[in-house]
Structure formats: C-alpha cells, structure tokens
DNA sequence: GTCTATATGTCGATAGAC
DNA sequence: GTCTATCGACATATAGAC
C-alpha cells in the first residue's frame, strides 16, 4: 500500500484529527453531490473554516477522494486474501465475503459507497491501479465460484455473470443501509446469503 | 407523460435528427465522466459544432439529462403495469420483469446506465418526480414477490430485501453489457433468472 | 442554424497577514 | 493553523453577425 494514511482512516480513532474530520466530511459529501459537484468551500464550511484553510491538511481535493477509495480497496483486497487463504468449503467461502462486504458497508458506509460510482473521477496513474485492484478482486471471486461449480457444489452458471451479479448487489450495499438502517451485521448477511445464493424460487 | 419527445428518444428514429443526435451524445458523455464532469462544449465537440450552437436545440444542459433519465423511467413503469395487468404467476412474471431489463439495457445502455447514479444530478422539481417513479417501480416489484411468497411459490424472505438485491443488479446490467458483448438477450436473461431467481447452491 | 465574442459566475488553489 | 483577498481557468449561457 503507498498510502500510510489507509489503515489510520479505516480504523477511525476516537479522538479524530482534522485530517480525519476532513476525510469523513468530504466521504459524506462525495457520496451525497457526487465527487464533481462537491466544492472544497463545502467541505470546509462543514467544519466550520474556509476553503482556504483546507489546504494546511490537504495537498488538493483529487488526494481526498485517493485517500478515500484506496484504503477501502485495500480493505476488501486484504479480506479477500485472507478468506482465500483459510480453510473452508467454497460456498463458505462465499458467505465470508458477504460478510466481508457487509461489515465494511456498515463500518464505512460513505467511504464504501464511493466504489459504486465515483471511482471515475479518479486521475492517472491511480485511475489504472484501482481498476486493477478491481480486477483482481472480481478475478479472486470467480475463483472461488468455479472451484464450487467444479467441485459440484455449485450448479454450473456462467461465473462472469455470477460475479457480476452477486458484486452489484454488495456494491449497492450502503445504499441499502442508508434506506433501512438498524439491522444486525449477522441478520443481514444471513438474508444476502439466502438471496443471493440460495435463490428464491422454491423447488 | 410531460415530455413530448419521450417516446421519440426511446424509438430512435433511423434517421435521427440534431435533437436525437445531441441526446445520444449527451447519454454517451454524461454515463462516462458523470453529469456534472460533461461540458456543453464536448458534447458540441462530438457533433463538429460549436458550445453555442447546441442552444438553438435545447434550453440547457440540465434538460438534457431530464430529457434522458423520463423516457427511460417512464419506458419501465410502462413494462411494469403491462406485465402486472397480465397473466402468469408471480415467478413468470418476475421473469418478464428480468427480460425488460435486458431489453431496455440493450436497446439503450447509456441513457439506462444514467439510473444507476446520475439521477441525482436532477434539480427539483424533476428530482422528487424522478423518486417518486422509482418508489412506485420498487413497490410494485415488491407486491409481486410477496404474491409468489404468500402463494407458496417463492421462500419466505425479506421482500425489502429481495428487491434491493435483485435491483441492484439489474440497474447495473449496461456495466456487464459494455463488457461482455455479444451476448443474445434471451440467453442473458435465461442466465440472469438463473442466478438471481434459482440460486447457485445446489441442493 | 452556426458562428465569434463575451457576459457572468464559480471553481481549485495560492499569497501573505496574523 | 486560520484568515482575507485574489488569481487564472473554465463553466453555462446569451447577443448578435452572417
């Protein structure tokens, strides 16, 4: 990871800094306007200073949104890594990542909910190192979708769509904890897991 | 429906003129770098004109949006009524709902891509219009699960939930469009109630 | 209907006082 | 570390010639 900043955001300490203060502000506002239409004058007068004051915490608004995006992909990389690593059949497997995406989504839900669209606005060269990172991950996921299918587990699907199927909807995750928030971590993951892997149309 | 060109944009014309072709470039531009990020000037750019000259075929750039995301959310609420006034159980009809997003997405990736985040960009009033369709799109996508549930037909589950799930995905379809073409839309659907519907785990 | 020229506003970022 | 003041770039949109 180049960024020494990731782990120190993602663990939110309690006592925030005004880097800290400044990052969840703008991962609020990013997600709400949008990356484009939020201002640096916005981001400071949700703290109360001027636009200009930013700029002794900050080297621009492009840094805010890298330093926003990578240690959440970080997050998920990190987590993929372990779970493929571990023991466990593949569909537990696969109910670990649903886990994985739902304790994310609920820990970091505006800094989560930047990944489904705001990535675009990202600059060279990071534009390209965190479509790979995606890549990867997607990659890892299908791994582990044609070792199920493989091993009979699975029913035989394309696992390009599979993929694409189950990460829209864990992509979309915050947007559903915005809607319906006070749902346990377990709860949910348990109602994804049926959903989205047991299906719902009855035999 | 207020907009007189809705029906106009989605049948697309074979041989389109300025109007149509300044709203194809528009939901080009708009679904690659975001709204606010797409200037008057590139679109101008994309027909060999000038910023100036786009005026004289619309009012602003923020109609241009409105203009895109209606005709698209009026064409699913038009498919939604149509399937929910027919006949079929609630998993038939749950497929046809599968079978008009793969229809809408394939007919019109880029302006269908706009619902996934740029509605946001909307002013008011077409902002709170613009929900309110989505609401009453997701409720009735909502009646028809719990019919199938009450019916004995679906597993019970949380319908909330199941809406959110399987929407999400198919909202995100122009994604898996633009990067795995080809594909014929009755095998993309057949694969997609598969996944979304059946689920992977083999029992 | 398209152009050049421009009005008007806001953006990100910097300079320098305190 | 925060402020006021401001720079230069670029945005949407308009005016008016052709």
Redesign the interface.
């Known amino acids: 990871m180049n960024n020494p900043l990731a782990t120190e955001v993602l663990e939110q300490s309690v006592l925030p800094g005004r880097k800290e203060q400044i990052l969840s502000a703008a991962a609020r506002l990013f997600r709400?306007?949008?990356f484009?239409?939020t201002t640096v004058r916005m981001i400071a007068s949700e703290l109360g200073m001027e636009a200009a004051s930013l700029y002794n915490h900050m080297a621009s608004k492009q840094e805010l949104l890298k330093n926003l995006l990578f240690p959440v992909a970080t997050a998920f990389t990190r987590g993929m890594e372990k779970i493929m690593a571990g023991k466990g059949s593949p569909?537990e497997k696969l109910e670990k990542l649903v886990l994985l995406h739902v304790e994310l989504a609920m820990k970091h839900p505006d800094a989560v909910a930047l990944i489904?669209?705001e990535w675009?606005?990202l600059e060279e060269p990071d534009l390209q190192a965190f479509i790979r990172m995606r890549t990867e991950y997607e990659n890892s996921f299908k791994k582990i979708?044609e070792q199920?299918m493989n091993s009979?587990?699975?029913?035989h699907?394309?696992p390009?769509?599979?993929v694409?199927?189950i990460l829209?909807?864990l992509?979309?995750l915050p947007?559903?904890l915005s809607r319906?928030p006070g749902i346990s971590a377990e709860k949910?993951k348990s109602?994804?897991v049926?959903?989205?892997?047991?299906?719902?149309?009855?035999?």
Do not use: M, Q, Y
């Open positions: 709400k306007k949008g484009p239409s569909v489904l669209g675009i606005h979708l199920g009979g587990l699975l029913h699907a394309d390009d769509l599979a694409f199927s829209s909807t992509h979309a947007n559903r319906h949910l109602e994804l049926k959903s989205l892997l047991h299906g719902l149309v009855r035999n």
